[in-house]
């Protein structure tokens, strides 16, 4: 038994070697999990699950073809919120929340996308705050598929600038956010994703060794994190751009 977790993947259609690293991990080494878990931005943008494309067809058909041997599960990112309950039905994932708290080999595990970590960067957690509103969602995915598409680029501009002018602490997690939220979830070990920092950190928490492993985006390197009854490892593999 064994499960597989990765995260930000920021998959789309201007990166094909992502992609096809991808669909090559989905067919070699998450069937050998009983569980697969995608801790959010999967997708380098969603503007609804009425926006298709062949893009997204191929990648439904890659995840329904590793869902016959092994479980999906999905978590929202800062990128793919709006991913919603027909696309993750119909590619055979099963949405989870964030935070999402499971018992694995006999040990709670505080499973998040990670962004909700990073308390410092008050205006993402503003605008984190909107977005996730039920109202603010149903006036998005009500306009035209046109308008969610410029809004969304827009929006994805302005994020870009935005991030080259903070400073790198403000965009990492918050130490004392981390323990925090490892307290309360009462677990000593936390997988996430977000800050594309991907490392394994030991934490002292009420005198008890912790553990944090942080996923990384992919990029030049996909990233996973295996898990077994005798190990939990943050493994790479390189993405070739042939």
């Known amino acids: 038994m064994a499960y597989c977790f990765i995260s930000d ?15 090559g ?63 993750a039905s119909s590619s055979g994932m099963k949405l989870i929340s964030d935070p999402y708290v499971e018992e694995m080999f006999g040990s709670p595990v505080l499973l998040m996308h990670g962004d909700l970590l990073c308390t410092k960067d008050v205006d993402y957690q503003k605008f984190r705050k909107t977005s996730r509103d039920p109202e603010w969602q149903k006036d998005f995915l009500s306009k035209s598929l046109a308008e969610r598409q410029k809004i969304a680029k827009e929006l994805r501009d ?11 602490e403000i965009m990492d997690v918050s130490r ?31 005198d008890l060794s912790s553990r944090r492993i942080v996923l990384g985006d992919w990029d ?14 943050l493994k790479k593999f390189s993405i070739s751009s042939n």
């Open 25 to 87: 991990f989905l067919e070699e080494t998450a069937p050998k999990a009983e569980k697969l878990y995608i801790l959010g931005d999967l997708f380098e943008a969603w503007i609804g699950d009425d926006n298709q494309s062949k893009f997204i067809s191929e990648i439904r058909e890659s995840l329904l073809k590793v869902n016959k041997t092994t479980e999906i599960f999905f978590m929202h990112g800062n990128r793919d919120f709006l991913l919603g309950p027909e696309f």
């Open 9 to 23: 993947l920021h998959l789309h259609e201007g990166r094909p070697d992502i992609t096809q690293a991808f669909v």
């Open 176 to 206: 004392s956010e981390v323990i925090k939220t490892m307290r309360e979830s009462d677990v000593d070990l936390l997988i996430h994703g977000h800050t594309h920092r991907p490392n394994s950190h030991k934490i002292d928490i009420d």
């Open 220 to 233: 030049k390197y996909g990233w996973y994190i295996w898990m077994d009854s005798k190990s939990c490892e």
């Open 158 to 168: 302005v994020s870009k600038e935005a991030t080259g002018q903070k400073k790198e």
